[in-house]
């Protein structure tokens, strides 16, 4: 029988980990707490649309109807976008709705065996001979649990999983002295846009933060209320918005979706030689590079090398996050069907430490281990090349050079592709 896999989560990784698991053969089932799919997408604000071009946010096998005209769609737009995909390749059968995860227990191999592997799992495939997954989930509608098995997890619940990051203040001075309303910008994100646009309607309202959620609520709340009522917003750091087109019209993503972009950045493991030239090289994409946070420390982004029989996709961010979901998730299905093994724990660790280096390296003071940013190309390399693929997507030096990547490149990816 089919080996199971357990997705928690039905966002977009969520979404992209059971297809790619079902066109190996695998039975995924997909718990989602909520009752539908869209992960973020689904609570959102009414005004909130894609940062970065659609044609890098599309599904490699899946492009965008052209009834959407729009360079970057709006909420409601990405999730009939989502939909579309999800009944294109059946994945809604797989998924069990209201069904949230309270537990994730491994049994089957002690704690002190674990430790003593070499190989992850034991031997460095995705499935151990004895170890298998326990997930209780509890229904929503009924709170009755039950336990499902899995040989396989991949949490693909995103950067937050609905936990809001709370600041704590000195006693007598947080919220609690304050005579008016205090949200977390999560809250807001979950009213309907009915709610959300009465909630806000004709008062004095701070933002404090200055990033994604801050400047779409501020935006909301400038546009509501005018000058009459201004919103203020209040951050420490700024985090400074990027045209799509700079003035002269050449398009953003040409300075950094190709791969002469990335060839000014010295990656972890290349030699002296390449290292020299970035050094060189690198003050003429400093003012991109130095805006991006650093990644989150797991093997490929993907897997911890001390867990075994278990992925996490979505957490790390990229410059377009369903981009780089669902390159992870054809690595991991191919990881799964046993096209490649992973290489011994030490040797995943010492990576695992030089990309934590190579990103206090570009990221600075920002370094939050959390987006690939200035690699994003080169990160999809690796993967292509564990894959046994050809990772060189364009025709003849100077597009390979120059030309900006995108889902397209990567939609007839196969083991035995030859060089273009």
Same mark, same amino acid.
């Given at each position: 029988?089919?080996?199971?896999?357990?997705?928690?989560?039905?966002?977009?990784?969520?979404?992209? #980990?059971?297809?790619?698991?079902?066109?190996?053969?695998?039975?995924?089932?997909?718990?989602?707490?909520?009752?539908?799919?869209?992960?973020?997408?689904?609570?959102?604000?009414?005004?909130?649309?894609?940062?970065?071009?659609?044609?890098?946010?599309?599904?490699?096998?899946?492009?965008?109807?052209?009834?959407?005209?729009?360079?970057?769609?709006?909420?409601?737009?990405?999730?009939?976008?989502?939909?579309?995909?999800?009944?294109?390749?059946?994945?809604?059968?797989?998924?069990?709705?209201?069904?949230?995860?309270?537990?994730?227990?491994?049994?089957?191999?002690?704690?002190?065996?674990?430790?003593?592997?070499?190989?992850?799992?034991?031997?460095?495939?995705?499935?151990?001979?004895?170890?298998?997954?326990?997930?209780?989930?509890?229904?929503?509608?009924?709170?009755?649990?039950?336990?499902?098995?899995?040989?396989?997890?991949?949490?693909?619940?995103?950067?937050?999983?609905?936990?809001?990051?709370?600041?704590?203040?000195?006693?007598?001075?947080?919220?609690?002295?304050?005579?008016?309303?205090?949200?977390?910008?999560?809250?807001?994100?979950?009213?309907?846009?009915?709610?959300?646009?009465?909630f806000i309607k004709g008062k004095r309202v701070t933002v404090v933060g200055f990033q994604k959620s801050a400047l779409d609520i501020a935006s909301e709340c400038a546009k509501a209320n005018g000058v009459k009522h201004p919103c203020t917003v209040l951050?420490?750091?700024?985090?400074?918005?990027?045209?799509?087109?700079?003035?002269?019209?050449?398009?953003? #993503?040409?300075?950094?979706?190709?791969?002469?972009?990335?060839?000014?950045?010295?990656?972890?493991?290349?030699?002296?030689?390449?290292?020299?030239?970035?050094?060189?090289?690198?003050?003429?994409?400093?003012?991109?590079?130095?805006?991006?946070?650093?990644?989150?420390?797991?093997?490929?982004?993907?897997?911890?090398?001390?867990?075994?029989?278990? #992925?996490?996709?979505?957490?790390?961010?990229?410059? #377009?996050?369903?981009?780089?979901?669902?390159?992870?998730?054809?690595?991991?299905?191919?990881?799964?069907?046993?096209?490649?093994?992973?290489?011994?724990?030490?040797?995943?660790?010492?990576?695992?430490?030089?990309?934590?280096?190579?990103?206090?390296?570009?990221?600075?003071?920002?370094?939050?281990?959390?987006?690939?940013?200035?690699?994003?190309?080169?990160?999809?390399?690796?993967?292509?090349?564990?894959?046994?693929?050809?990772p060189k997507r364009k025709n003849g030096l100077l597009g390979e050079l120059f030309e900006p990547y995108g889902p397209a490149d990567y939609r007839d990816l196969s083991p035995i592709e030859s060089s273009?």
């Amino acid at each position: 029988m089919a080996k199971r896999v357990a997705i928690i989560g039905a966002g977009i990784s969520g979404l992209l #980990a059971c297809k790619y698991t079902l066109e190996k053969g695998f039975r995924p089932v997909v718990l989602e707490s909520k009752g539908g799919i869209g992960g973020v997408w689904a609570q959102t604000l009414e005004t909130t649309k894609l940062q970065t071009p659609k044609l890098v946010y599309e599904f490699s096998d899946f492009p965008w109807p052209s009834t959407v005209k729009e360079e970057f769609p709006n909420s409601n737009q990405i999730m009939e976008y989502l939909e579309l995909y999800a009944r294109k390749f059946d994945l809604l059968r797989h998924i069990k709705f209201n069904s949230k995860v309270i537990g994730i227990d491994y049994e089957g191999t002690s704690n002190d065996e674990i430790l003593s592997w070499s190989l992850w799992g034991g031997t460095g495939e995705a499935f151990g001979p004895r170890g298998k997954w326990n997930i209780t989930v509890q229904e929503a509608n009924t709170e009755s649990t039950q336990v499902y098995e899995a040989e396989f997890v991949i949490l693909c619940i995103g950067r937050y999983s609905d936990l809001p990051n709370i600041p704590v203040f000195p006693e007598n001075r947080g919220p609690e002295v304050f005579d008016g309303n205090v949200i977390h910008a999560m809250d807001y994100s979950a009213m309907d846009n009915a709610t959300a646009a009465e909630f806000i309607k004709g008062k004095r309202v701070t933002v404090v933060g200055f990033q994604k959620s801050a400047l779409d609520i501020a935006s909301e709340c400038a546009k509501a209320n005018g000058v009459k009522h201004p919103c203020t917003v209040l951050y420490r750091t700024e985090h400074w918005s990027m045209p799509n087109y700079l003035p002269w019209g050449v398009p953003l #993503a040409l300075l950094y979706l190709n791969r002469f972009s990335e060839f000014m950045i010295h990656k972890p493991g290349e030699g002296f030689l390449l290292f020299l030239l970035a050094t060189l090289l690198s003050p003429l994409v400093f003012g991109i590079s130095s805006l991006y946070n650093s990644i989150v420390c797991y093997c490929r982004e993907c897997i911890h090398p001390r867990i075994p029989q278990l #992925a996490i996709i979505g957490y790390s961010e990229s410059l #377009a996050n369903l981009y780089t979901s669902e390159m992870r998730c054809r690595w991991l299905a191919h990881l799964l069907d046993g096209s490649f093994k992973l290489p011994c724990i030490s040797d995943m660790e010492k990576d695992i430490a030089r990309w934590e280096n190579f990103m206090k390296r570009y990221s600075g003071r920002y370094f939050r281990g959390s987006c690939l940013g200035v690699v994003h190309i080169w990160y999809n390399d690796q993967l292509c090349k564990d894959m046994g693929c050809n990772p060189k997507r364009k025709n003849g030096l100077l597009g390979e050079l120059f030309e900006p990547y995108g889902p397209a490149d990567y939609r007839d990816l196969s083991p035995i592709e030859s060089s273009k």
